[in-house]
Each structure stands twice: as structure tokens, then as C-alpha cells.
């Protein structure tokens, strides 16, 4: 038989939910406490060092650079969820700074323990690093309001033509999925100026098209009136191109490291993702 319990305050409680409220206080305590010693030789590496080496690239809403010279370095919800890896592994956190065309080949190196600024989950990318996934994006595709080979189009396949110039970020996540989606159109792989999107490439004349993250497209299109969004209903916030998972990568063969980055990524999925609604919104 079983008999209820009295709290402190002498409220009854049953022995089924004080023992359902224990389990859940333990899986919490579980998903924090990092790998034991010889568990991980990552980890092991991480406590020796003192410092948990992040690869950081200016990435909004994710992250995003302070150049202020005041408060932190870097914020958004990537930021976070690498300051609380540091801190359960009791170490400092320290940005190692990469561009988007060298942050795989710097992970894959060696130079950093993880990749947190962020990463679009390729299937390219999969072959060689694993992920610690937190979010998801699509894009909307971009070009100038008085340009009629972009204004004219009706369906994605009106970009792939010979005619048409496609300009993308060298190295970033849309880089292949343009490639493949795309393969008739004429592709302009340029380096990253530190915008969020190729614009230059695209006001210059230079470009008819070009990928951007949804949830960046109506801060642009504000700022630059020439500009035109496909799809265009909804501010494009409904689209579903190129719709990918997001996050923190990895390298190879470190199951144990990869559980528990992925442990506490779960445990902070509400705050998280809260923290880039609040980030997508105060874009400029």
C-alpha cells in the first residue's frame, strides 16, 4: 500500500508525483553535467585548455557582432547556448573568428571545438561534421523591383535560365542548394563584406537574383525600397524554399561531446528560440 507524503507546510502529497517530480529534477541535473573525465577527450582537452574555442561569423538573428567596443562581443541565441557550454564545463568561452568560406575547413582543422555561428545542415555538410541543431530557415529570393527577368518570374523555375545571373555567398549554406536547384541559370559565387546577403552584387546590376534568409528580408526590404522579394506574399514570410535545420557543427567521431552539446540545446530550446524571435524583430 501506498501512503501519501506531507511537505514541509503540511500539504499531502502522493508518492507517485513526488517520485515523477524527483525524476524530472534528475534528468535536468543529467542533461547539464557535462562528460566525466576520460569520457571525451575533447572535453578532457576543453578543461585542460580552460577555454571552450567557438567559431563565431557576424550571422543575424543567430549572431551577431558588437563592434560597440562596450558590453559583450557577440549576441543572439547561438552566443547563449555557447556561453552555457563554457560555463557547465567551467571554462571561459573563446570566439575564434572564421568567414563563411573557411568556418567548415577551420572546424574540420581543429581550431575550434565548435562551430557556433551558425550552420544551415547540408547534406554536403553532414558528410564531414555533425550538428547540434537549434533552429530552422528557409529563403526568399531577391532582385531588383525594376529588373523584369526577376519581377516577370511566376515560378522558381523562371531563375533557371541561361539568362539569368544568380549571385550567392561562397562557402555559405545556399551554396550548393542554389547550385543544384538552379543548374541553368549563370552562378556568381562572391565573398561575404560582412552583409547578410549578396545586395551589392544585386543592385550593382551585376546579379538578377540572389538567396536571403526570410526572417531577414523585411528589415532589407525597409531599408532599400528597390528592392523585390519572390515569393512576395506575406513579405515572403511564408516561404518554403531551400527550408533547412540550423545550427551549431562539430567534427566527426565525438559521440559522447555531440550527445551532451545536443542535451543542453534541448534543455534551452524555449529560451532560445524566444531570444531569436526577440533578435529577428530588432534587426535593422
Same mark, same amino acid.
Not at 501506498?2 to 529534477?25: D, I, Q, Y
Not at 570566439?95 to 572546424?107: F, R
Not at 522558381?156 to 539568362?163: A, G, I, R, T, V
Not at 567521431?253 to 524566444?274: I, N
Given at each position: ?10 500539504? /499531502?502529497?502522493? #508518492? =507517485?508525483?513526488?517520485?515523477?517530480? &524527483?525524476?524530472?529534477? %534528475? +534528468? !535536468? ?92 545542415? /547540408?547534406?554536403? #555538410? =553532414?558528410?564531414?561534421?555533425?550538428? &547540434?541543431?537549434?533552429? %530552422? +530557415? !528557409? ?146
Amino acid at each position: 500500500m501506498s501512503f501519501p507524503l506531507k511537505s514541509s507546510r503540511g500539504c /499531502t502529497w502522493p #508518492r =507517485a508525483v513526488l517520485a515523477a517530480v &524527483v525524476v524530472g529534477v %534528475s +534528468t !535536468g541535473a543529467s542533461a547539464q553535467t557535462p562528460p566525466a573525465p576520460g569520457a571525451s577527450a575533447r572535453v578532457d582537452a576543453i578543461r585542460k585548455a580552460g577555454a571552450l574555442r567557438v567559431g563565431v561569423v557576424n550571422n543575424p538573428p543567430w549572431l551577431a557582432q558588437n563592434t560597440s567596443g562596450m558590453g559583450e562581443p557577440w549576441s543572439g541565441p547561438s552566443w547563449t547556448l555557447g556561453k552555457e557550454f563554457a560555463k557547465l564545463l567551467g571554462v571561459r568561452i573563446q570566439p575564434v573568428a572564421v568567414s563563411h568560406e573557411t568556418k567548415v575547413p577551420a572546424l574540420v582543422a581543429n581550431q575550434m571545438d565548435i562551430m557556433i555561428g551558425p550552420l544551415n545542415e /547540408t547534406a554536403e #555538410r =553532414a558528410k564531414i561534421i555533425d550538428f &547540434v541543431t537549434f533552429s %530552422s +530557415t !528557409g529563403v526568399c529570393m531577391f532582385g531588383r523591383a525594376d529588373n523584369p527577368k526577376f519581377t516577370g518570374a511566376q515560378t522558381l523555375d523562371d531563375f533557371n535560365k541561361p539568362e539569368i545571373t544568380m549571385a550567392y555567398f561562397s562557402g555559405a549554406g545556399e551554396e550548393p542548394l542554389v547550385r543544384q536547384r538552379f543548374p541553368n541559370a549563370k552562378m556568381r559565387g562572391v565573398a561575404n563584406s560582412g552583409s547578410v546577403a549578396p545586395i551589392e552584387e544585386v543592385l550593382a546590376g551585376r546579379s538578377d537574383v540572389a538567396p536571403i534568409n526570410r526572417m531577414l528580408w523585411p528589415n532589407i526590404s525597409k531599408k532599400l525600397k528597390g528592392l523585390a522579394a519572390f515569393p512576395k506574399e506575406n513579405d515572403c514570410q511564408d516561404s518554403n524554399i531551400f527550408q533547412i535545420d540550423t545550427g551549431m557543427g562539430v567534427a566527426k567521431d565525438q559521440q559522447v561531446y555531440l550527445d551532451w552539446l545536443r542535451s543542453v540545446a534541448r534543455r534551452m530550446q524555449s529560451a532560445l528560440t524566444e531570444e531569436e524571435q526577440r533578435a529577428t524583430r530588432s534587426l535593422r
